[in-house]
């Protein structure tokens, strides 16, 4: 069982919006930075959002995140059918630990 | 821009140790950087190993940190993962990434398949 909780599935047609939840506690989303991970089938992890919500180089503004307490939402826009991915969302614990979500299969209908 | 190629043996014996390398190319392992192991077993989640710090310092899994080292080598500009007294739950995809999981890993490599089987 993962120490961040996300739904295992999320699923909107082509051209709308949805978005993936991740929580946590005090001891880990509350007091740390999280971090968002596109993993397309057989690839590894990609970087989509850091520091809450900011987009490395590259990554379109269709994706976006933000934290509230402790929990942590990434949104999509303009859903393509190439987002259909695994998302995962990571954190630092205090007790010095990375922690991940056990990780939501978008499915673009 | 860095990039980071993980090698090692596909098989490794139960109750053996698991070796692997990460190689780093287009960037210098001793800059200002932390350095992660990351796994993934078959159909599941992602799991963090631990992370080293390029002057050494490093931080594990307390799940894992009786049986994971990481290290250094410079001079090769590569870091390591050896994982003692493996079991076939230790079977997964091994990622090396440089980054910290507190504020993202920007970096991964393709990934090396691990399986722990006699």
């Given amino acids: ?109 | 821009q860095v990039q980071l190629q993980e090698s090692g043996p596909g098989l490794v014996k139960p109750s053996g140790t698991l070796s692997l390398t990460c190689g780093v190319s287009g960037g210098s392992l001793s800059s200002s950087n932390w350095w992660n192991w990351v796994r993934q077993p078959p159909g599941k989640g992602l799991e963090w190993i631990g992370e080293i710090y390029h002057r050494g310092s490093t931080n594990y899994n307390p799940s894992l940190k009786s049986r994971v080292t990481i290290s250094l080598d410079k001079s090769k500009n590569q870091f390591s993962l050896k994982l003692s007294s493996v079991t076939a739950a230790d079977t997964a995809m091994y990622y090396c990434a440089s980054g910290r999981m507190a504020d993202g890993m920007d970096v991964w490599g393709q990934g090396t398949t691990v399986t722990v089987s006699s």
């Fill in chain 1, 1 to 109: 069982q993962s120490v961040l909780t996300q739904p295992p599935s999320v699923s909107a047609a082509p051209g709308q919006k949805v978005t993936i939840s991740c929580s946590g506690s005090s001891s880990n989303i509350g007091n740390n930075y999280v971090s968002w991970y596109q993993q397309l089938p057989g690839t590894a992890p990609k970087l989509l959002i850091y520091d809450n919500n900011k987009r490395p180089s590259g990554i379109p503004d269709r994706f976006s995140g933000s934290k509230s307490g402790t929990s942590a939402t990434l949104g999509i826009t303009g859903l393509q059918t190439g987002d259909e991915a695994d998302y995962y969302c990571g954190t630092w614990d205090n007790s010095l630990n990375g922690v991940f979500g056990g990780g939501t299969k978008l499915t673009v209908l």
